[in-house]
């Protein structure tokens, strides 16, 4: 099992349900566009020569179109190498040299700063650009350049539990950013457990708090997804405001993790969460008797 084979197991089996939505209601997505969407990726992808081993840079802030994106190049059999988008264009330029990335998908209002800082470390990779991220940016992008020339359509990878996955990059606190290589198998093991533990249904709702260029978008992205349930991207203004993150929480219909049979209330002053919905507690309460189960072993 590879990450993006959570995805095609889902789109064939809850094609209409709602896959991502990004905060704030501006854009939604259902499992079988999604599955479409990032087919199209990587049918572009593997016409520019990207295959198994090779690295995608993705320069987008957290969206339905960077979603996307990942399982395009995982369809594609590569590895993605997300980036900070608020970082600066020199430090996200250094992490996609220093891994050699082969193409970057990339929003255009980074694009000239971020081409200037690669340019001086050595090779310019392609690009594919974004006018704008979001609801319809990747599809408008590829419609683009398929007027050109489509890219005939191909089988999606059977990536190996060995194969690169993604590679995410440290802070550079004590000097450059470090990049962590990170396997099929590794992702699946942690996403399995998550599973496991959190018991996802189809009819949850998760929010996505974590960066993706942070390692618990992991959890935000693939148990959900797995799982056929939604995905609320929180945008990082609102994850820094607790009131209008428990008023977003509520209008989406559900909590970090939603669980049926467990009525939630939301904090003092705020709108009950729907009937089953499960909070931050229930999550805690399964994680807490996880690691006690573990210090036991």
Same mark, same amino acid.
């Given at each position: ?18 896959? @991502?939505? !990004?905060?704030? *209601? ?29 690295? %995608?840079?993705?320069?987008?802030? #957290? ?8 399982? *395009? @190049? ?26 050699? %990335?082969?193409?970057? @998908? /990339? ?16 090779? %310019?990779?392609?690009? @594919? ?20 020339? &489509? ?26 950013? #470090? ?20 018991? &996802?249904? $189809?009819?949850? %709702? ?17 148990? &959900?997804?797995? =799982? ?6 929180? $945008?990082? !203004?609102?994850? #820094? ?20 049979? =467990? !009525?939630?209330?939301?904090? &003092? ?22 690691? /006690? ?5």
């Amino acid at each position: 099992m590879s990450l993006h084979d959570l995805l095609k197991a889902s789109a064939r089996t809850h094609g209409a349900r709602t896959a @991502i939505a !990004e905060g704030g *209601g501006a854009a939604s997505i259902d499992y079988s566009t999604l599955d479409r969407l990032s087919d199209r990726l990587r049918d572009r992808l593997g016409a520019m020569g990207i295959g198994r081993g090779d690295r %995608v840079g993705i320069y987008l802030r #957290k969206s339905i179109d960077s979603v996307a994106s990942i399982f *395009g @190049i995982l369809k594609a059999g590569a590895a993605y190498v997300p980036v900070d988008p608020t970082a600066p264009a020199s430090r996200n330029a250094y992490i996609h040299n220093n891994c050699g %990335v082969s193409a970057v @998908i /990339v929003d255009r209002r980074f694009e000239g700063a971020y081409l200037d800082e690669i340019g001086k470390l050595g090779r %310019v990779p392609p690009v @594919i650009l974004l006018d704008e991220t979001g609801g319809g940016g990747l599809d408008a992008a590829l419609c683009a350049l398929d007027a050109n020339g &489509p890219a005939a359509p191909r089988d999606s990878a059977e990536s190996a539990a060995d194969d690169l996955a993604y590679i995410l990059y440290t802070s550079g606190s004590t000097g450059r950013p #470090k990049g962590v290589m990170l396997s099929h198998h590794n992702a699946v093991s942690f996403v399995d457990w998550c599973a496991e533990t959190f018991d &996802p249904r $189809p009819t949850d %709702v998760f929010s996505s708090h974590a960066p993706f260029h942070f390692d618990l978008s992991i959890l935000d992205i693939y148990v &959900p997804l797995k =799982h056929g349930a939604a995905l609320v991207l929180i $945008p990082e !203004e609102a994850g #820094k405001d607790p009131l209008a993150l428990s008023g977003m929480i509520a209008r989406a219909g559900g909590a970090p993790v939603a669980r049926a049979g =467990h !009525e939630a209330q939301g904090p &003092p002053g705020e709108a009950a969460l729907p009937p089953g919905a499960r909070t931050r507690g229930d999550v805690s309460r399964n994680i807490s008797r996880e690691r /006690v189960r573990c210090r036991s072993w």
